[in-house]
């Protein structure tokens, strides 16, 4: 743990209790640690509960690190609350969470672990605002979104004031009604890209009010960094989320770096379902892009009706695939196969609970992607050169569903999914979006344009890693001036 000059930056990382945002900060984290951070990882109990629950992680990315540890706080939720099937409760809950969070902090530092340089925070984590500042470190804001779902979140609350909040989905594609005034250069925003949540008929759930609040609170922070990269979205995007002039800057995709080291430890998300890496020796056996492989994410949820005209569509298709059906996937349930389906495509499909998904998607015999459009899985897509069928479920996917499709131009979508997600989208249409993406040697080239452009920002000289660069020489000189005042 030895930092430059013998002074260690302390970095505290605290994620939303989601999936998908504790890997992007896991991932954020690992690569601090590698560059000489000290790493304070805080996941609420449950979050923690779910995650080691097999111990294989923890003893993974714990014990083999000695600047890298693991605390959990409370979230306060009764045992047998559904957690991220509750959104709003979840937000409520955790919004009050900060003297919890502060105390332990408190707690569990000095004894040679060094002080605390700095908070990164999820965007959508404002109960870290108070400990920040008690604690009088800055608190960096980290954007789990692409740049434009964060600003059009940062700036969720001017477009309530502005009448754009809450979004009547029945005016949703009238020309008048675009998004044209929101900063860092984006392209302009149909208010079905907004969060769903912003959406009329969230109003009386919790999450509604949840969400506004979060995006006032947003600009209380010192520092800001995106997991996206300049190339994708431009530089004005990351610029555009900085709060009152501080620095904003692009570093993603943030797994990207420590996953083309190989290093063992970092190329696996850190999973709250164990993963099956069985599917990999599967895919060993495939054509070079050949597979489809089709995951909807940790949250999102279908109907069994919609299941089964999924599966006839992937039959139908011809293509061979690789689907994850989480145990909860038909809307709580595991999902029911229908009848002589496995039987039928047992030559050319495979069915897990959970994958290594990084792995999966960097195959070679994986030619395409059914996602949800959550933001990891489109930047894992995007960095592995695979295009995209998107098929958003709620939060920033629709935004990010469509720039897939038509800003970066590696992917398609099934019509009006994105003003009614409670369409069915029938057997046909996902064959008929199976075949295209499939065999598409436009989107393909394009998909392997931005694949390079992901790894050269990355890379040494690129931006991404320049602005890495810029954050831990700004957080090392903090802890220098830190520890002088200490003197
Ligand atoms: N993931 C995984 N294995 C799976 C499905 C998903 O490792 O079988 C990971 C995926 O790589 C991504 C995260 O889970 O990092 C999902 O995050 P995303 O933002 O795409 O969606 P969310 O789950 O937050 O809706």
């Known amino acids: 743990m030895?930092?430059?000059n013998n002074v260690t930056v302390h970095a505290v990382l605290v994620p939303f209790p989601a999936q998908g945002h504790v890997n992007a900060l896991i991932h954020f984290a690992n690569l601090l640690a590698s560059r000489g951070f000290f790493i304070t990882f805080v996941n609420t109990e449950w979050t923690e509960k779910r995650m080691f629950g097999s111990a294989k992680l923890k003893s993974q990315l714990h014990y083999s690190k000695p600047n890298f540890r693991f605390l959990s706080f409370p979230d306060s939720l009764p045992p047998e609350h559904g957690r991220t099937s509750?959104?709003?409760e979840l937000f409520i809950a955790l919004v009050k969470r900060g003297d919890a969070l502060e105390a332990l902090l408190r707690k569990e530092t000095g004894n040679g672990i060094p002080p605390v340089t700095c908070i990164v925070s999820d965007g959508v984590m404002s109960c870290?605002?108070?400990?920040?500042?008690?604690?009088?470190?800055?608190?960096?804001?980290?954007?789990p979104f692409c740049a434009a779902a964060s600003i059009a979140q940062k700036y969720a609350y001017s477009l309530f004031s502005q009448g754009h909040i809450p979004v009547k989905i029945s005016e949703g594609n009238r020309p008048e009604k675009m998004i044209t005034t929101l900063p860092g250069n984006i392209p302009a925003l149909w208010p079905s890209d907004l969060i769903?949540?912003?959406?009329?008929?969230?109003?009386?759930?919790?999450?509604?009010?949840?969400?506004?609040?979060e995006s006032r609170m947003s600009d209380m922070g010192e520092y800001v960094l995106a997991n996206t990269f300049e190339e994708l979205e431009g530089r004005e995007a990351a610029a555009a989320l900085s709060n009152k002039g501080c620095p904003s800057l692009s570093i993603g995709p943030v797994f990207l770096p420590n996953f083309l080291e190989g290093e063992n430890s970092t190329q696996s998300n850190m999973s709250m379902w164990e993963e099956d890496d069985s599917c990999l020796h599967w895919l060993d056996k495939q054509r070079p892009r050949s597979?489809?492989?089709?995951?909807?994410?940790?949250?999102?949820l279908k109907s069994q009706e919609q299941l089964d005209e999924l599966a006839l569509g992937l039959e139908q298709s011809g293509y061979a695939f690789l689907w994850v059906l989480r145990s909860d996937i038909a809307q709580g349930q595991a999902a029911v196969l229908p009848e002589g389906f496995e039987e039928r495509t047992k030559d050319r499909a495979l069915f897990v609970k959970w994958t290594p998904q990084l792995k999966v998607l960097a195959h070679p015999s994986v030619g395409g992607f059914l996602t949800h459009s959550g933001w990891n899985s489109t930047v894992e897509s995007i960095s592995m050169g695979v295009p995209m069928i998107g098929w958003p479920y709620f939060g920033d996917q629709f935004l990010n569903c469509r720039f897939t499709k038509e800003i970066w131009k590696v992917g398609l979508d099934f019509k009006d999914v994105d003003v009614d997600d409670g369409r069915l989208v029938r057997r046909e249409e996902i064959e008929s979006a199976v075949v295209r993406v499939m065999a598409n040697e436009e989107m393909q080239k394009k998909a392997e344009?931005?694949?390079?452009?992901?790894?050269?920002?990355?890379?040494?000289?690129?931006s991404s890693f320049n602005n890495i660069n810029t954050f831990i020489n700004d957080m090392l000189n903090r802890a220098k001036a830190q520890s002088q005042s200490f003197k």
């Open 2 to 4: 030895n930092g430059v």
């Open 86 to 88: 509750h959104l709003g």
């Open 128 to 143: 870290t605002i108070s400990v920040a500042a008690n604690m009088q470190v800055p608190r960096v804001v980290f954007w």
């Open 196 to 213: 769903s949540f912003y959406r009329e008929q969230f109003t009386s759930d919790p999450i509604y009010e949840a969400v506004l609040f």
């Open 291 to 300: 597979v489809l492989y089709v995951s909807f994410g940790s949250l999102a």
């Open 449 to 462: 344009e931005l694949k390079e452009a992901a790894r050269k920002a990355v890379m040494e000289g690129g």
